[in-house]
C-alpha cells in the first residue's frame, strides 16, 4: 500500500522568505508524485509532478521539488514566498503498476503568508 | 479550452434524501476519478472509470454509493439515503489517458451537507 506523510499542518513564512513544505512518501513500487495547490472553494491544481526522469523538478509559479529515493522524500519549496501563495498544498503518490493510478495524498499543509 | 466542469457546486438534502452528482470531463479524456474531500482533510479516492468501465470501484464507503459514466463521457455519482457522514466535497478529476504519470485536472468540487 501507498501512504504519504505532510510534516507539518499549518506553516507560516513572511512575504519574500524561503517556502518549505515537507512530504514523505511510502511506496512498495516506484512512485509517481505530485504536488497540488487548492485555494478556498476551488478544486485541486497541479504545481508538478516527478515520473522518474530528472529528480528535481520545476513547476508553476516558481515552485520546485527534489525527489530524495534514499530519504523517502519529496518536499516542495519557493525561494520567495508571494502573498499570492497562501493555500492549502497536497502531496500525493500514484503507483506505476498500469490500471492502478489512484492518486493518494496527504493531509495537506496550510501554508500562510505574512506581510 | 474548458476544464472540468461539476453541478450544482453546492447541494443541501435532508437526511434520508438521494442525491446525484454530476461531473463533465474534459473532451477527449479517457479516465475520469471521483474523491471524496472531508472538512480538513485530504482528497481520498471513491472510483475510477476507463471511458465507460468501471475498473476501480474500492473506495465507495457503502452500497449507498454508485456512479456511472454510460457514453464514456459525463459521470454521475448517485448517493442514496444521504447521511450526516456523507457531508464533503465530492470532487472529479479527468485525465487523458490511463497511466500512473498522467496528470490529474481536477473540477471545482460539489460542497454536500446532509441536514
Known amino acids: 500500500a501507498q501512504s504519504v506523510t505532510q510534516l507539518g499542518s499549518h506553516v507560516s513564512v513572511s512575504e519574500g522568505a524561503l517556502v518549505l513544505l515537507r512530504c514523505n512518501y511510502s511506496?512498495?513500487?516506484?512512485?509517481?508524485l505530485f504536488w497540488y495547490v487548492q485555494y478556498p472553494n476551488q478544486g485541486l491544481q497541479l504545481l508538478l509532478k516527478y515520473t522518474s526522469a530528472a529528480t528535481l523538478v520545476k513547476g508553476i509559479n516558481g515552485f520546485e521539488a527534489e525527489f530524495k529515493k534514499s530519504e523517502t522524500s519529496f518536499h516542495l519549496t519557493k525561494p520567495s514566498a508571494h502573498m499570492s501563495d497562501a493555500a492549502e498544498y497536497f502531496c500525493a503518490v500514484s503507483t506505476t503498476i498500469q490500471g492502478a493510478q489512484k492518486l493518494v495524498f496527504g493531509q495537506g499543509t496550510r501554508l500562510t503568508i505574512n506581510p | 479550452g474548458a476544464g472540468v466542469s461539476q453541478s450544482p457546486r453546492y447541494k443541501v438534502a435532508k437526511r434520508g434524501q438521494d442525491v446525484a452528482l454530476r461531473c463533465d470531463p474534459i473532451s477527449g479524456h479517457v479516465s475520469l476519478f471521483w474523491y471524496q474531500q472531508a472538512l480538513g482533510q485530504g482528497p481520498e479516492f471513491l472510483t475510477y472509470f476507463q471511458n465507460e468501465a468501471q475498473l476501480d470501484k474500492s473506495g465507495l464507503p457503502s452500497d449507498r454509493f454508485f456512479a456511472e459514466r454510460p457514453e464514456g463521457s459525463v459521470s454521475t455519482l448517485k448517493i442514496q439515503r444521504t447521511q450526516q457522514e456523507d457531508s464533503a466535497v465530492y470532487l472529479c478529476?479527468?485525465?487523458?489517458?490511463?497511466?500512473?504519470?498522467?496528470?490529474?485536472?481536477f473540477g471545482d468540487g460539489t460542497r454536500l451537507s446532509i441536514l
Open positions: 478529476a479527468s485525465s487523458l489517458e490511463l497511466g500512473g504519470g498522467q496528470p490529474q485536472h
Open positions: 511506496s512498495s513500487v516506484p512512485p509517481y
